[in-house]
């Protein structure tokens, strides 16, 4: 059983940076890889960035490539996502998942997820 709990979300504006944290509990958080998933509004939740349970290998959804960085400190059971230069289109709810899989983007491939946290970007 792993529990996570997201936090850092706000109301920011376009164009500035955000991190957002994931904190786990539970089943040694070494062992799982992490993923970051959003959901806006009238739409589907969506994968955004995964890091294996090592951090030594990541993957991110093509939309957020070269804004969005993923990291991890097991030392901390914690998970972050680097928001930068944000956007209106960034606006969602984030959330943070663990999976027993090898860098999964399918939100069938997690098993625990955390509340989420929202993030709204004004213009």
């Known amino acids: 059983q792993v529990q996570l709990v997201e936090s850092g979300g706000g109301l920011v504006q376009a164009g500035n940076s955000l991190r957002l944290a994931c904190a786990a509990s539970?089943?040694?958080?070494?062992?799982?890889?992490m993923g970051w998933f959003r959901q806006a509004p009238g739409k589907e939740r969506e994968f955004v960035a995964a890091?294996?349970?090592?951090?030594?290998?990541?993957r991110y959804a093509d939309s957020v490539k070269g804004r969005f960085t993923i990291s991890r400190d097991n030392a901390k059971n914690t998970v972050y996502l680097q928001i930068d230069s944000l956007e209106p289109e960034d606006t969602a709810a984030y959330y943070c998942?663990?999976?027993?899989?090898?860098?999964?983007?399918?939100?069938?491939?997690?098993?625990?997820w955390g509340q989420g946290t929202q993030v709204t970007v004004s213009s």
């Open positions: 998942a663990a999976s027993y899989g090898i860098l999964p983007s399918e939100r069938t491939e997690y098993k625990y």
């Open positions: 539970g089943r040694p958080f070494s062992s799982v890889a």
């Open positions: 890091i294996s349970w090592s951090g030594k290998s990541t």
